[in-house]
């Protein structure tokens, strides 16, 4: 009986299945294909082997020192020349780069080492370690990270290694800080939960289910970092704080700077070195961060493909619109008329992935039309292709709209006639939708927000707006208008919010209202009152409702017409009582079997089936 | 293995599975100094065997915090929740260990309930992986598991995006399962998912229920499903059980007002019935409206 619907239930997992199976491989491949990835990748190797097969690679010691050739110039002996104690530039460059990069690396490992599990812990735990390791961390941050290097090195000696844990130490706040956001967000989501439920000890959960969002964050975090560190310790010893004794790049500097009139290309090395390592960490992080993003550019690529063809299609549209000023002879008396409308989204292989399908139905003045669906079966891309409101890839890819006797998706558009919709949009098109809450901006007051359209739709003075909207929160039932006018919205509740983005939807007085599951996220007590105010608004008023949903007992309550999509088609349309009674097509049979209302309690639902994959 | 063995032959007892009594929750205030938050109050309600006790009520009634309670995810502040003759009001993460065998949930949003980077193998091996089981024994019982729930045995090896809204919840309902509990606590277990789904999700639990012999405590905003899954059905409102009694007689011929206007509210899908329906409705508010106003014009 449910053929269909179960088929599409079981398709759509085996086609997203073959892409999504190994995740860590298509990041490092992703990390790959990105040209800045690879450069980086390349760069910060070939510097780690040359540092590591220093020793080997080196003509001389770091600190050979051969007195009767200073400041040479490059020859086939020095071949980058020399310092002015007669040492290798290009040996000392090779030692140089060990000390940097390992420096660099404990640096970022104290950070780690510190910030990390303290992160963890007060992300996780919150309470007392939270607070006092807030306290710790910002008076680290408060320190002059400057001075107290000063400091450490006047007290302990120039050693590469001291100054890079207390860098390390300075900077681990940083790591404390992102561990701790990333935490906080995972900290009470429902897997956590049902970990605890399942006894796992706090250890085990931090584990396997907390570490793993924080990881690639930290990733980043380290290759900027380790930049930094090499930054500030080099910076030391360019002031001439480093240990004489060891070549690190920051020593060569000063002393490349010592003798920059005499020799400049001593200065050059090491800052080329310095350069070329930091901004390889630089990009590295970048290359990481896009990686990680899913960022398939679909949109790019796909321009580049059908260029030709959007040109040609748009002059083609062009032509149309000319030829094609009025619309279908005999239905200008419908509100709203939809014909075959298709509505695709392009993937990345270059085809359209359709998601509305030859859709058609119309809508007259004081008529509500119901839309009923499951989740994907297009109902709401409808809706908003009438709305004007689809996603900037969507493509209208077949079929027409028309509002009142114009196109608002004339024969052959690609897309929406925006200039023709943003007139009609607010005025008389308007809209309810799904989550009071989210749409409702919590920075105005709600005053505010049902004025300021009014004002610029209506053109009339604030004052007038003022008693429009005042007048309308009464007429959607709101005890207290004047409090509502002056709260801001996280100040009512979400029935009350409802109520106000109703009032918004008429405020403008106009012909169509497109409600997107109006009632969904409210308690079933007042979306009963939301109903009957539905009701009593579009009969005082005499406008045409499209309403969205996927409740049948909502059709019941409202809908003069119903019509029911699957998988992006329309499967059946008609009057109310035809549908509900007497539905003809197998799925709508199946959505209706699946109501609870009339059923003996505790019986099998979808028994007649061998048990499906729902 | 064996311990889901031992689960099985437990010794069989008499009286319910669980009790709670007086069951008071409070949330401290964020504020300094302020009074801390009541989410619940006076709470009684007990679980019998195999039983199924329906939660109804409004959002913020409290209903999704009795469950947690029950589970150790909510602060008890006071009264006790006794589960097979034993306090686990303020039970430690370690008798919580012992108890997640017999003790288990399912949440209502399957697209959180699943940590995005596991594969479903590892997810279901979780709660076996806690209680010592093996991994070969693990593995044979997540198929088991898979194959009760009605999913594929190559589910194993992915990953929860690649799964509908229905096939997520079945995978939480599996790993509910694993360790054959002998309560499930079921946090609006339906409500995220589309009307055919929802039907058969509910027979499925029903259908475990029948072979296993499982407790549910079903907690749902939803007064048709309540109706349809529940032996005995309590009614929250404003963090109080103002109702209950047997599934029939609370979900067809409610006595307290807020459970009228609930059973009302619920619209039925026939435009004749639900205008009839519509009038009861008004009818019954202005009769409650009334009664109020007499109630405060006596005090």
Not at chain 1, 158 to 181: D, E
Not at chain 1, 467 to 483: Q, S, Y
Not at chain 2, 57 to 70: I, Q
Not at chain 2, 270 to 294: N, S
Request: proline content about 5%; aromatic content about 6%.
């Amino acid at each position: 009986m449910s053929d269909s619907v179960d088929s599409a239930a079981v398709a759509a997992p085996v086609r997203t299945g073959q892409s999504g199976t190994v995740v860590r491989s298509t990041v490092v491949r992703r990390l790959l294909r990105n040209p800045m990835g690879i450069a980086s990748l390349v760069i910060l190797g070939s510097i780690a082997l040359l540092a590591i097969f220093a020793p080997v690679l080196a003509p001389f010691e770091e600190n050979f020192a051969n007195i009767t050739k200073t400041l040479a110039p490059a020859d086939s002996v020095n071949i980058l020349g020399t310092d002015s104690a007669g040492r290798d530039t290009w040996s000392r460059l090779l030692f140089g780069a060990q000390l940097t990069l390992l420096s660099a690396l404990l640096c970022a490992g104290v950070a780690i080492a510190i910030g990390l599990p303290a992160g963890l812990i007060a992300g996780y735990y919150a309470g007392k370690f939270e607070a006092v390791s807030n306290w710790v961390v910002s008076i680290l941050m408060s320190l002059p990270g400057l001075i107290v290097l000063l400091t450490i090195r006047a007290a302990f000696g120039p050693s590469v290694w001291i100054s890079m844990v207390a860098f390390g130490v300075l900077i681990s706040p940083s790591y404390f800080r992102l561990t701790r956001t990333a935490v906080q967000s995972v900290r009470n989501e429902l897997y956590v939960d049902a970990a605890r439920v399942s006894g796992l000890s706090d250890w085990s959960i931090i584990a396997r289910h907390i570490f793993s969002v924080v990881r690639a964050p930290i990733i980043i975090q380290t290759a900027a970092i380790a930049g930094v560190a090499i930054a500030i310790q080099s910076g030391l010893e360019f002031l001439g704080l480093g240990d004489p004794t060891k070549a690190t790049w920051g020593v060569m500097l000063s002393e490349g700077f010592k003798n920059v009139y005499l020799t400049p290309t001593l200065l050059l090395w090491p800052a080329l070195a310095m350069a070329l390592t930091i901004g390889g960490l630089v990009l590295l992080g970048n290359a990481i961060r896009d990686a990680l993003e899913d960022g398939e550019k679909i949109k790019h690529r796909k321009k580049k493909v059908h260029a030709a063809e959007d040109a040609a299609s748009a002059s083609a549209s062009k032509v149309a619109r000319k030829t094609l000023a009025a619309v279908e002879a005999g239905t200008e008396h419908h509100l709203v008329k939809v014909t075959n409308l298709g509505v695709g989204y392009p993937q990345a292989d270059g085809s359209i992935k359709k998601v509305v399908d030859d859709v058609s139905f119309h809508v007259d003045r004081g008529e509500i039309l119901g839309i009923v669906g499951e989740s994907g079966s297009g109902k709401s891309q409808t809706a908003f292709s009438i709305l004007g409101l689809l996603p900037d890839n969507a493509r209208i890819v077949g079929g027409t709209i028309q509002f009142d006797g114009n196109y608002t998706v004339a024969p052959g558009d690609e897309r929406v006639n925006q200039a023709r919709l943003s007139k009609l949009r607010g005025k008389r098109i308007s809209y309810i939708p799904q989550e009071p809450m989210s749409n409702l901006d919590p920075a105005f007051t709600i005053g505010y927000q049902l004025v300021t359209p009014m004002v610029r739709v209506l053109g009339i003075s604030k004052d007038e707006a003022r008693k429009r909207a005042l007048k309308l929160l009464t007429d959607v039932g709101i005890v207290n208008p004047e409090r509502t006018f002056n709260a801001y919205p996280h100040e009512v509740s979400g029935g009350m919010a409802q109520r106000v983005l109703i009032a918004g939807a008429i405020s403008c007085e106009p012909d169509l209202v497109i409600a997107d599951e109006p009632t969904t996220a409210l308690d079933v007590t007042v979306q009963a009152d939301v109903l009957d105010l539905l009701r009593e608004l579009q009969q005082r008023l005499n406008i045409g409702v499209i309403l969205v949903t996927h409740n049948f007992g909502v059709v019941a309550d409202l809908c003069d017409r119903v019509a029911v999509m699957q998988n992006g088609r329309l499967v059946e349309e008609g009057s109310v009582r035809d549908i509900l009674r007497n539905p003809k097509e197998p799925y709508t049979q199946t959505l209706l079997a699946s109501m609870l209302e009339g059923k003996t309690p505790m019986s099998m639902l979808v028994s007649s089936q061998k048990e499906p994959v729902a | 293995m064996s311990t889901v063995e031992v689960n099985e032959i437990a010794p069989l007892p008499t009286g319910p599975l669980l009790t709670v009594d007086n069951l008071v929750v409070e949330y401290p205030s964020k504020k300094f100094r302020a009074k801390p938050f009541r989410a619940l109050t006076d709470i009684n309600i007990t679980i019998g065997r195999g039983e199924t006790l329906g939660l109804v009520g409004e959002s913020g009634s409290g209903k999704t915090t009795l469950g947690r309670a029950v589970l150790g995810l909510a602060p008890v502040t006071g009264g006790k929740i006794t589960f097979e003759g034993k306090d686990i009001s303020h039970a430690t993460r370690r008798q919580r260990r012992t108890l997640s065998r017999d003790l288990q949930v399912v949440f209502q949003d399957p697209y959180t309930s699943l940590n995005p980077a596991l594969e479903i193998g590892a997810i279901l091996a979780e709660p076996l992986g806690v209680q010592g089981m093996e991994q070969a024994a693990a593995k044979k019982r997540v198929k088991e598991l898979l194959d009760q729930v009605g999913l594929p045995s190559d589910a194993i090896h992915r990953l929860p995006r690649e799964f509908s809204g229905g096939q997520r919840q079945r995978v939480a309902i599996a790993r509910a399962l694993a360790l054959s509990p002998k309560l499930i606590v079921c946090d609006e277990p339906v409500s995220a998912l589309d009307l055919s789904t929802q039907a058969r999700v509910l027979d499925l639990f029903l259908q475990i229920q029948k072979d296993t012999g499982v407790s549910y405590l079903f907690v749902s905003h939803d007064l048709d499903v309540v109706r349809h899954i529940s032996h005995r059905v309590a009614v929250m409102y404003h963090g109080e059980i103002v109702e209950q009694g047997p599934a029939e007689v609370v979900t067809r011929d409610p006595e307290h007002p807020y459970t009228q206007r609930l059973l009302l509210a619920s619209p039925v899908p026939d435009p004749d019935r639900q205008e009839q329906r519509r009038a009861d409705r008004h009818r019954l508010l202005d009769i409650q409206r009334q009664q109020t106003e007499q109630a405060g014009a006596l005090a």
